[in-house]
């Protein structure tokens, strides 16, 4: 049986399909560039950072990590052509608010040893420090050999209590 | 001097930031699921998939791999409350067109030894076929002891010609 949050997918998307125009696009951005951010709920890439649909990859993961992006980074460049990246991480972030430690600590006591050994030595890439969090992704991006020096990128903070982005880096 | 995209991300981040209402939204998503899927740029989740904001984590990431997402998926569950997964991978994916080697081929050749070097050994997660690649990933996340019994998971396949959505798993 459907859950309703499966429930509410099939049905929005029925509404999304039947004005669906859009089925030509081609598979590599047109604009040529990809986004790294966080998963956070409270932002719509989208919306908030003026993306139509074709213009750009969009890589979103807990925190907005560049390095867990570079595997997906390293496909958009080699692979479909893009040239540049945006990396914009966001205010009231919950990475900033644990430790690895801590978040090992509530997977042993959530859900037992089993658990937290399959997540052994696990970095859940939290980050004290939300500008130098930024900062430091676009320095680790800037100085991986796998993103070539022609790749322009930028780090950038959006704020989810203003609906406001800003440059950083 | 600002790129042309970056000057596009400033003027449609001003249009949109005029506008926005919806600056106390809680961290945890207010239901309480997240959707793994692609950084393909013709995906647009939010419309697709019926996220309002605030509503759902959004994990991307090339070929919408839950294997590189279990880290976010974790952090969703145990430390923000989530309790449902949709996997949603596409037609026309990127990652059902190249082998391992083929990319590591492309990297060498366009980025020379060093970056090689740096990606040595590198998993670029592609898959070879669409619907069984949904299975796999949804027989992982119900396999892994990080993901409790009590997380209902459902795998998708998005057709991007289309824009319907279809169960898979």
């Not at 029925?14 to 040529?32: H, I, N, R, T, W």
């Not at 004290?128 to 320095?139: A, M, R, S």
Request: aromatic content about 6%; hydrophobic content about 40%.
């Amino acid at each position: 049986m459907a859950t309703p949050i499966q429930e509410n997918l099939v049905k929005s998307n029925q509404e999304y399909a039947a004005g669906f125009k859009d089925g030509d696009l081609a598979l590599p951005p047109s604009k040529k560039y990809a986004v790294v951010t966080c998963m956070d709920a409270r932002i719509d890439p989208a919306s908030a950072f003026g993306i139509s649909l074709g213009d750009a990859h969009v890589i979103r993961n807990a925190g907005g990590s560049a390095h867990e992006a570079l595997r997906s980074l390293v496909i958009s460049e080699q692979l479909l052509g893009t040239t540049e990246i945006l990396l914009i991480k966001h205010s009231g972030c919950g990475m900033l608010t644990f430790q690895n430690q801590d978040a090992h600590g509530v997977v042993a006591k959530n859900l037992g040893a089993q658990a937290e050994a399959e997540l052994e030595g696990l970095d859940f890439l939290p980050f004290p420090d939300l500008d130098q969090g930024v900062k430091d992704d676009v320095t680790f991006l800037k100085g991986s050999k796998a993103i070539p020096d022609s790749v322009a990128i930028s780090g950038w903070v959006y704020e989810v209590e203003t609906g406001k982005v800003r440059h950083v880096a």
